[in-house]
């Protein structure tokens, strides 16, 4: 059974940068693609980036585009997101998760989303 466990998540100043790291245990050639997802309390999950597993191509939100980037480590089963020029809106817990399809992966829908860790809390505020 496929289950992720991200950490890199801390309090860091507007402007400022983090790495997220997402591990994998499991099956994943199973999925098609992993995704970086944020949720604050009470709210629905959003979805940030996803990575597919078959060609590497990526997909963003518009709200991150050109600050973060997504990546994979094939060897280690992990996936990084790289955060930058953080902004205090995007203080939230970030999870990853994998679906079967790409698409699924950018659709978001937390039913087609499987592994779901335990979330890092990243807090941008000075």
């Known amino acids: 059974q496929l289950q992720f466990v991200e950490s890199g998540g801390g309090l860091v100043q507007p402007g400022g940068s983090l790495r997220l790291s997402c591990a994998a245990s499991?099956?994943?050639?199973?999925?098609?693609?992993i995704g970086w997802f944020r949720q604050a309390p009470g709210q629905e999950h959003e979805g940030v980036s996803c990575?597919?597993?078959?060609?590497?191509?990526?997909w963003y939100a518009d709200s991150v585009k050109g600050r973060f980037t997504i990546s994979r480590d094939k060897d280690k089963n992990t996936v990084h997101l790289q955060m930058s020029n953080l902004k205090p809106e995007d203080t939230d817990v970030y999870y990853c998760a994998a679906a079967f399809t790409f698409r699924l992966c950018m659709r978001g829908r937390h039913d087609a989303l499987a592994g779901w860790g335990p979330g890092t809390q990243v807090t941008v505020s000075s």
């Open positions: 990575v597919s597993l078959s060609d590497g191509s990526t």
């Open positions: 499991g099956f994943i050639p199973d999925y098609g693609g």
